[in-house]
């Protein structure tokens, strides 16, 4: 990995085209992560995890929306527990527009969940991982 990037990989998991885009282009300008996924759905984002054989391709955090179509983040985070040890591995942060505690206290009980953080991403907030 070069030494600029604080992270190698990162998992962006979002429906919106838009916010994909602008989380990944914010991920490049501040030199978060090296290389980025995207994908959008969380059931697409569950397949490849599935089949991750070595920890070397696994993301280091995962960003996740949680309002989805089909799959929403918090079924993601359901089934992510269920995933091998192997591929539990990463931090993942929620990343959502809702402005409702619930969702955002039921984001914060996930063992896995570090943070939430409000759309869009900027460099301030990635900053502050």
Not at 90 to 116: C, E, G, H, R, W
Request: aromatic residues 10%.
């Amino acid at each position: 990995m070069n030494n600029i990037f604080r992270y190698e990989r990162v998992l962006i998991i979002d429906d919106s085209n838009i916010d994909r885009f602008v989380a990944e282009k914010m991920i490049r300008q501040t030199y978060f992560a090296e290389h980025i996924l995207t994908m959008p759905s969380a059931q697409l984002a569950l397949d490849y995890l599935g089949v991750i054989k070595n920890e070397e391709s696994l993301p280091d955090i995962i960003f996740l929306d949680i309002n989805m179509p089909g799959m929403t983040g918090f079924e993601f985070l359901e089934h992510y527990r269920e995933l091998p040890e192997m591929i539990r591995q990463q931090s993942i942060v929620v990343l959502s527009s809702t402005i409702n505690q619930k969702d955002i206290d039921k984001a914060m009980a996930d063992p896995y969940v570090i943070t939430f953080m409000e759309k869009p991403v900027s460099a301030e907030r990635l900053q502050m991982l």
